[in-house]
């Protein structure tokens, strides 16, 4: 029997020992996500997110980033992932076309509109810019027949690691309205005073907790055969809704910089520029002062000589006593300022925003242009350095981000025979372990370059068979070409596999054999004829 104020009181637990955390996430999204900035708080819908800042700025580097993390990673318009397996060495040509045919089916289904795909990973991106972490959960939309992606509050998840650092027991704290609980489980499933919420206040909410655990953390009726179970729990009346075996963990939980001893990760170009954050909002402030004040300066007046109040503004009119002598000084005068630090001010301002630009990995996002025509040698260089520069912001978001996701959803799809019957997987596939590779700057800096190394191989060989003509045996040109076709990105489908390659190799060879027969008897009989008229010509001599 499952005991639910046990497990209710773990996941209590879990979200206590991480109150600290909640402050400084709450601090981050003030400085940087301000719509997001609800972890210690409440906001309304009408709340002024932004109305404790001075400027825009820190703002604005975040939305960069996490509009990059799309756009770079995730193209619309280009095909960004791709299925393969581990151990690549043992696809043949159907398992590519394969495993290209899967790719453009799993495709199709995360960008259908009722996945929510897009804006799941929206929201999830700017929250991995600024915390370091999202929560995504990835799930079958039996009602639609779909894949579902929702991304969820970083406040209400908390989570624990196993033994080997991966994630273990996930709880969510849920605060569905009634109607919305009921229509998800259906009524035979409520709690009594659930059923009675609905007929009363139907948007009234219930304290709800969805938790996730490891098959091997389960201490309930052993009745499961799956990796993990997935446990619904009404709070306010100890009630639970459901209780079901799962294949995945449900939530895609992509974490960017983690430190020992903490199951939560950090964004490390939050880190990095939080401190420039809150200076730049300071002096920001006192730039505006110090520029009102120079536009608008405080005034001196005379006291018994003004009639009235003083009218600084456009138009203004400030009565002076008529009987005021003026050779006493003027009546109303600015004070005298020093406004020789107003631009040491701003060049300061200009390199805190420099430096936050580089806090969120601005000025890495991009292959910077080459200002000169470059040789093969020096562009192989330059873009060896944009991948050592780029490596710390891309190789996590790869692997922890949108590699999860796939995997998740591609075995969602595979679970729901959405890639067909699976006799008709290719036997090279059958067995093996799916991976996947992905389309970003950086991944077509690091494929593209067997491309630039085959060009230079070239050059290497031909140099070499100056003085060595059989140096053209030393490089297998098929393999290394058929590499540099799959680096640069040429479909499986326009590739011959290798036994039809050899086919073809083989026709071509009978073929030059027969045309060289053909010449060779040619050849011959041009030379017989020529022997004939030769000895025709002999004996009319004779």
């Known amino acids: 029997m499952l005991d639910v104020k046990k497990l209710v009181g773990l996941g209590d637990q879990l979200f206590s020992n991480r109150g ?61 992932m791709g299925i393969t397996i581990e151990r690549e060495e043992r696809l043949d040509t159907a398992g590519k076309q394969f495993l ?19 804006r799941a990973t929206k929201e999830g991106d700017h929250d991995f810019a600024s915390f370091g972490q999202c929560v995504i959960s990835v799930e079958s939309d039996q009602k639609n027949v779909a894949l579902l992606f929702r991304c969820w509050h970083l406040r209400d998840v908390a989570w624990c690691e196993t033994y080997n650092g991966s994630i273990g027991d996930i709880h969510r704290n849920w605060n569905p309205d009634a109607r919305t609980l009921v229509r998800t489980f259906g009524r035979e499933r409520m709690h009594a005073e659930v059923l009675k919420m609905l007929d009363k206040d139907p948007y009234g909410k219930v304290k709800c907790r969805h938790i996730v655990l490891p098959i091997d953390y389960y201490e309930g ?84 000589a003004i009639r009235g109040d003083v009218a600084v503004y456009a138009g203004g009119i400030t009565w002076v006593d008529a009987q005021y002598d003026e050779r006493l000084g003027e009546v109303l005068r600015p004070i005298t300022q020093d406004k020789s630090g107003l631009p040491f001010g701003m060049d300061v301002s200009e390199e805190k925003k420099a430096m936050l630009s580089q806090a969120f990995y601005l000025n890495k996002l991009s292959l910077p242009p080459a200002d000169r025509e470059m040789t093969a040698f020096e562009t192989s260089q330059r873009i060896q350095e944009y991948i050592r520069n ?44 799916v991976r996947f590779k992905f389309e970003s700057p950086l991944h077509q ?44 990105g040429v479909p499986a489908a326009w590739m011959r596999d290798e036994a039809a390659v050899e086919q073809h190799a083989a026709q071509l060879a009978q073929q030059q054999q027969a045309e060289q027969v053909i010449a060779t008897a040619t050849q011959g009989a041009i030379a017989a004829q020529e022997a004939g008229k030769a000895g025709q010509a002999l004996e009319s001599i004779a």
């Not at 495709?107 to 009722?114: F, N």
């Not at 449900?250 to 990760?265: D, K, L, M």
């Not at 780029?390 to 949108?402: D, K, S």
């Not at 075995?411 to 093996?432: K, T």
């Open 20 to 80: 600290t955390l909640l402050s400084l996430w709450q601090e981050i999204g003030e400085n940087f996500y301000p719509e997001r900035a609800d972890f210690t708080v409440r906001r309304t819908i009408g709340d002024d997110y932004a109305g404790n800042l001075t400027t825009s700025y820190p703002i604005l580097v975040r939305r960069e980033l996490g509009d990059q993390i799309s756009s770079m990673l995730r193209p619309r318009g280009q095909d960004w």
């Open 100 to 118: 290209e045919y899967a790719t453009g089916v799993q495709k199709r289904a995360m960008y259908d509109r009722v996945s929510q795909f897009v």
């Open 221 to 304: 009726d052993q009745k499961f055969r799956t990796p993990f179970v997935s446990i619904y729990i009404d709070i306010e009346h100890q009630h639970v809704i459901s209780e079901s075996g799962s294949w995945s963990p449900i939530y895609c939980i992509p974490r960017w910089q983690t430190v020992s001893g903490s199951q939560y990760a950090y964004s490390p170009a939050a880190v990095a520029g939080l401190p420039d954050a809150r200076l730049l909002q300071a002096m920001t402030l006192t730039l505006l002062e110090a520029g009102e004040q120079a536009v608008r300066p405080p005034m001196i007046a005379t006291k018994e």
């Open 390 to 433: 780029a490596l710390p912001l891309f190789e996590p978001m790869e692997h922890e981000y949108n590699g999860a996701l796939c995997e998740m959803a591609f075995d969602e799809l595979m679970r729901n025979n959405a890639f067909g019957p699976p006799q008709d997987i290719p036997q090279s596939l059958r067995g093996e372990k």
């Open 445 to 488: 800096a690091i494929e593209r370059q067997k491309g630039q190394k085959f060009i230079e191989s070239k050059g290497l060989i031909m140099e070499a068979m100056q003085i060595d003509p059989a140096s053209v045996a030393l490089v297998d040109s098929r393999k290394a070409l058929r590499e540099a076709l799959e680096g640069i």
